[in-house]
């Protein structure tokens, strides 16, 4: 054969050509589902996504030295009335926000969150497959898919900020050998919003107590960076604001998918209540450590970090239906780990509940959750039932998922070097 000859077109030629051509599928797709959620984060309000408009009014606040907590905030800055109800040091980070016009703020907002999610799935299914079994298709279709889950689209509709907040906590326990310290982000994560806090419990149960304990003192020294940039909010905020659980809405709001939420839905006596939820949260504590550690003992590290999450939602007295993004990992999880009918069934059921978020098709707002009958609670609550079922499984588990090499197994997902 001469140099001017085609080599012949055989199984690896094809093989390459098949992949590379699977790989463009995946970007047009990522592409396509990218610029639909930009669109609609942009175009589908009248004023713009609102909570983003409240972390942006926040950041002016704290530029102008008007406080964060203030019953009426935020005057007298203009703004939508609704208070601002995270950490000193958030207002902080979120002054960046000001410095470009509105429009643009909220593209690149949304970009960020796609880029978070992107990467954040990414690290899910490095970490869960072997290798030779990581399909260009089945994932980049998975996490497309993703984007179309109501915690997802409810979070670029309201401009949250939950999705970068996945991406911290997910870098942090997945990537193998971090430029930073294991738990530094978990800490700057709960130190913007508290819920992360609860991957300390990921670290001890790996018995990796340096982790927890970088994790302990990064919250420490995010939370006094934001005291010596705002005192008297600091002061205000941790010894009186995060104890009021109304700032942040009726617990009983069908959004609310957590299990105060499902209690206050019954209307009960507010001790009855606190009773009930003492043994909710006695319950999860004790399904939550028995499932870490058979995810750990699987050699799941991203299953493990999954289950402890998934407390933290059920836990929290508010876990708004945005918050529940972590439902994004768990469909990659639910691909890359099991197997035949199962995969296709619990894959399948992830999608109907969570793509549909049964609780906003029902009688909502002005109290109408306490009149909803029994099977309305059944259905109303549907996040907080897949995760119920999720943590019995995992604490009760015995079998094993697909093997994950033994360098991933010890660490995590990626290495940077």
């Not at 600091?234 to 942040?248: A, K, N």
């Not at 028995?290 to 750990?296: E, S, T, V």
């Not at 039932?385 to 093997?403: D, I, N, P």
Request: glycine share 8%; proline share 6%; aromatic share 10%.
């Amino acid at each position: 054969m001469t140099d001017s000859q085609e080599p012949p077109v055989g199984r690896g030629t094809c093989l390459s050509r098949a992949v590379g051509h699977s790989r463009h599928l995946v970007t047009a797709g990522w592409g396509a589902a990218a610029t639909v959620a930009l669109c609609l984060a942009v175009f589908s309000h009248g004023t713009g996504p609102v909570d983003l408009q409240v972390y942006r009014v926040g950041g002016q606040a704290w530029l102008e030295g008007v406080r964060l907590y203030a019953p009426d905030f935020p005057a007298p800055l203009s703004g939508p009335p609704l208070p601002f109800t995270y950490p000193p040091l958030a207002a902080v980070l979120f002054s960046l926000l000001t410095t470009v016009p509105w429009t643009l703020a909220v593209l690149l907002w949304t970009a960020a969150g796609i880029a978070a999610l992107t990467w954040a799935c990414l690290l899910v299914a490095w970490s869960a497959l072997p290798a030779p079994a990581a399909s260009p298709v089945g994932l980049g279709v998975a996490g497309a898919s993703c984007l179309l889950l109501e915690p997802v689209r409810s979070t670029f509709d309201f401009g949250q900020v939950n999705l970068v907040l996945l991406a911290l906590v997910v870098a942090d326990c997945l990537v193998v050998r971090p430029r930073w310290s294991r738990g530094a982000l978990v800490g700057l994560a709960a130190a913007i919003k508290l819920t992360p806090l609860v991957l300390l419990l990921y670290f001890l149960v790996r018995r990796d107590r340096r982790a927890a304990a970088t994790a302990a003192v990064s919250f420490v020294v995010f939370g006094l960076i934001g005291y010596s940039a705002a005192p008297a909010d600091s002061v205000q905020y941790w010894l009186h604001t995060i104890h009021d659980t109304s700032r942040v809405g009726g617990l009983s709001l069908a959004s609310n998918q957590s299990a105060r939420g499902l209690l206050s839905r019954f209307g009960v006596d507010e001790r009855v209540e606190l009773l009930l939820w003492g043994s909710v949260v006695l319950l999860v504590i004790f399904l939550v450590v028995r499932g870490a550690r058979n995810a750990f003992a699987m050699g799941q590290d991203a299953l493990a970090m999954l289950v402890v999450t998934t407390a933290a939602l059920l836990l929290s007295p508010v876990s708004w239906s945005h918050h529940w993004v972590w439902a994004a990992p768990g469909v990659v999880l639910a691909l890359a780990i099991l197997r035949g009918l199962l995969r296709v069934a619990t894959t399948g059921a992830l999608v109907v509940v969570f793509g549909i978020g049964p609780h906003s098709l029902l009688p909502a707002t002005g109290n109408r959750e306490l009149q909803w009958s029994w099977w309305q609670h059944l259905v109303g609550n549907s996040y907080l039932w897949a995760a119920l079922a999720f943590l019995a499984v995992m604490a009760f588990a015995t079998g094993s998922t697909r093997q994950v090499p033994a360098a991933r197994r010890a660490g995590g997902a990626m290495a940077t070097k």
